[in-house]
T-cell receptor, first 114, second 114 residues
Framework: GENVEQHPSTLSVQEGDSAVIKCTYSDSASNYFPWYKQELGKGPQLIIDIRSNVGEKKDQRIAVTLNKTAKHFSLHITETQPEDSAVYFCAASRPRDSNYQLIWGAGTKLIIKP | EAGVVQSPRYKIIEKKQPVAFWCNPISGHNTLYWYRQNLGQGPELLIR????????DSQLPKDRFSAERLKGVDSTLKIQPAELGDSAVYLC????????????FGPGTRLTVL
């Protein structure tokens, strides 16, 4: 089955700098890759997603890149702000069939230092 | 528009006691998910409903866990009897349709089994 590995487990960056979180997946049939942000005491919230027919997607300070050949995808946050501090999860899923589900990474705790 | 509502937010019980969690998804969302999230890990799917039908319950420990989604709207997840290892955050999410639609999460119920 699918396995998603996420690195690093903790990332500390200076406010204003960029942060990069990387994930690898094992199932070459996976075609949907969302990123979620989870703040303390809250449920995960989708911040950006990408499908396998594109290599990069950007939304203001957040971007995601996908390398299908290498089976890895990354989250890039530029000009980090204190409110970016949270746990970030990547996930992957196969096309919709009877056994599909989102497989999640273990999460990255992002700390923005003032 | 109201988000996914879960109750209770916190529950503390002794082992061997029963416990139930309730979820009300976003209006119009046909797909409902129950996840379990252990500390420092990503969510793990327990069960997925399409309307009132449980279409994926392969990871639900059926000896002690049960779920229902009567009338295809709100849902209840039950554990009986609870074990120490069941301590976790139980998250409910909903989406309009396909898995690749955005999943919207509730705040979760933090369960502590003593």
């Amino acid at each position: 089955g699918e396995n998603v590995e996420q690195h690093p487990s903790t990332l500390s960056v200076q406010e204003g700098d960029s942060a990069v979180i990387k994930c690898t997946y094992s199932d070459s049939a996976s075609n949907y890759f969302p990123w979620y942000k989870q703040e303390l005491g809250k449920g995960p919230q989708l911040i950006i997603d990408i499908r396998s027919n594109v290599g990069e997607k950007k939304d203001q300070r957040i971007a995601v890149t996908l390398n299908k050949t290498a089976k890895h995808f990354s989250l890039h946050i530029t000009e980090t702000q204190p409110e970016d501090s949270a746990v970030y999860f990547c996930a992957a899923s196969r096309p919709r069939d009877s056994n599909y589900q989102l497989i999640w990474g273990a999460g990255t705790k992002l700390i923005i230092k003032p | 528009e109201a988000g996914v509502v879960q109750s209770p937010r916190y529950k503390i019980i002794e082992k061997k006691q029963p416990v139930a969690f309730w979820c009300n998804p976003i209006s119009g969302h046909n797909t409902l998910y129950w996840y379990r999230q252990n500390l420092g890990q990503g969510p793990e799917l327990l069960i997925r409903y399409e309307n009132e039908e449980a279409v994926d319950d392969s990871q639900l420990p059926k000896d002690r866990f049960s779920a229902e989604r009567l009338k295809g709207v709100d849902s209840t997840l039950k554990i009986q009897p609870a074990e120490l290892g069941d301590s976790a955050v139980y998250l409910c999410a909903s989406s309009f349709g396909m898995l690749t639609d955005t999943q919207y999460f509730g705040p979760g119920t933090r369960l502590t089994v003593l």
